[in-house]
């Protein structure tokens, strides 16, 4: 079974940097589409960004678009969330997500259709 594991969360200045890491073992994440979701305090979880499998589609919220950037190295079998700009709103806990590819083409829009999860990385965002 595909596990994940986030690191890199932590407390940083509005306007800051930071890169999330989301490290696979069990199986290759270049068969995953894999995605990043976030979840305030008192939100709902909602989806960040999302590579396919392979690379060849990426998406992201319209509230990160031009500040964040998601990446595969596959030779550490990692997904990465670069995140600069940082704003106190950034302020959530920071979930991986992955499906593998034959259970749907691209990357799928929600989370209940993803079914590997990890346990999450705290990001905080404040002076």
């Known amino acids: 079974q595909l596990q994940l594991v986030e690191s890199g969360g932590g407390l940083v200045q509005p306007g800051g940097s930071l890169r999330l890491s989301c490290a696979g073992s069990?199986?290759?994440?270049?068969?995953?589409?894999t995605a990043w979701f976030r979840q305030a305090p008192g939100k709902e979880r909602e989806k960040v960004s999302c590579t396919s499998a392979y690379g060849d589609y990426i998406d992201y919220a319209d509230s990160v678009k031009g500040r964040f950037a998601i990446s595969r190295d596959t030779a550490k079998n990692t997904v990465y969330l670069q995140m600069n700009s940082l704003k106190p709103e950034d302020t959530a806990v920071y979930y991986c997500?992955?499906?593998?590819?034959?259970?749907?083409?691209?990357?799928?829009?929600?989370?209940?259709?993803?079914?590997?999860w990890g346990q999450g990385t705290q990001v905080t965002v404040s002076s």
């Open positions: 069990g199986f290759s994440l270049d068969y995953y589409h």
């Open positions: 997500a992955a499906v593998h590819l034959t259970v749907t083409t691209r990357c799928p829009p929600t989370q209940a259709d993803f079914g590997s």
